[in-house]
């Protein structure tokens, strides 16, 4: 069981970056790859970046690729969502999940542990 909680959400004028923190309890945290996904409002949720259980290896959607940059700490049981040159359409509510399987996942059900999420709000 892993149990994910993200903080690190906030208001940002756009061009303005932001990081996101989502901290994992267990012991076995390194042996889970990660995953960022979000939310926009009236949208379906939408895969944004994940991680090896290593953290060698990262994939990210094409919307953020470049901007954003996925990490992970393992002696803290952290994975990061670093997001720079934030635009309006960032704006979403976003939640970091979990997965046992190997491998770089995008898809929502390939993800067993999931966030509560952290509102991310980008002014023009």
């Known amino acids: 069981q892993v149990q994910l909680v993200e903080s690190g959400g906030g208001l940002v004028q756009a061009g303005g970056s932001l990081r996101l923190s989502c901290a994992a309890s267990?012991?076995?945290?390194?042996?889970?790859?990660m995953g960022w996904f979000r939310q926009a409002p009236g949208k379906a949720t939408e895969f944004v970046a994940s991680?090896?259980?290593?953290?060698?290896?990262?994939y990210y959607a094409d919307s953020v690729k470049g901007r954003f940059t996925i990490s992970r700490d393992n002696a803290k049981n952290t994975v990061y969502l670093q997001m720079n040159s934030l635009k309006p359409e960032d704006t979403a509510v976003y939640y970091c999940a979990a997965t046992p399987r190997g491998g770089l996942r995008e898809r929502i059900d390939e993800y067993d542990y999931w966030g509560q999420g952290t509102q991310v709000t980008v002014s023009s």
């Open positions: 267990g012991r076995t945290f390194s042996s889970y790859a």
């Open positions: 991680i090896s259980w290593s953290g060698g290896s990262t």
